[in-house]
């Protein structure tokens, strides 16, 4: 499923999509749920689920670790 959001890409959403690619991210409960980037919750409590809604970040196949989608990696390449 592709996703396209209209929203735009703040600079610390792309920060967030950043560290989800890099495997930085873990979520504090399902999709959509606060995000802990390098074990401290992130101060923006929405940013996970912004991302979620936009496609751009998914579960990924571990417990509480969110992947970016390829619509995240277009964002970024796109900076």
């Known amino acids: 499923m592709t996703t396209t959001t209209h929203e735009p890409i ?12 890099g495997g930085r991210c ?6 959509g749920t606060p995000l802990l980037v390098d074990g ?8 996970g689920h912004r991302l ?3 496609g751009l970040i998914t579960d990924g196949p571990g417990a509480g ?3 970016i989608t390829d619509g995240g990696r277009a964002v970024l390449a796109a900076a």
Request: hydrophobic share 45%; proline share 3%; with cysteine.
């Open 10 to 21: 703040s600079h610390r959403d792309r920060a967030v999509l950043r560290a989800v690619a």
């Open 26 to 31: 873990r979520r504090s409960g399902e999709i």
């Open 40 to 47: 401290v919750y992130c101060a923006d409590q929405l940013v």
């Open 52 to 54: 979620a809604v936009a």
């Open 65 to 67: 670790v969110p992947t």
